[in-house]
């Protein structure tokens, strides 16, 4: 499962990355080096578990919008925009 969810997280993080550098946005190669695929906010650790795969569109899901606010980014204590 660890594997899996590795793979995930970094195959976003990629993408994530290739869309701020797209938008013009600065990704500096000192703030990448400090990420890491094993962040565990977005899992779902006690519940039932699908892997039955949606029809997308393409290889990977979307990204969310990076112009919309939403209450994660209001939080005072994270910068905002700040990487979960």
């Given at each position: 499962m ?8 970094t ?5 994530a990355?290739d ?8 990704v ?6 400090r990420?890491?695929?094993?962040i565990?906010k ?11 795969l949606?029809?997308?569109?393409g ?5 969310r919008?990076?112009n919309?606010v ?7 204590t994270?910068p ?5």
């Open positions: 660890l594997n899996a969810v590795t793979l995930f997280s195959r976003y993080l990629n993408a990355l869309q701020l550098r797209a938008q013009g946005h600065p500096l190669d000192a703030d990448v080096a990420l890491s695929p094993l565990r977005h899992l779902n650790v006690h519940g039932r578990y699908s892997f039955l949606p029809e997308l569109p290889d990977l899901r979307p990204l919008d990076t919309t939403d209450d994660d980014d209001a939080c005072p994270k905002p925009n700040a990487w979960r």
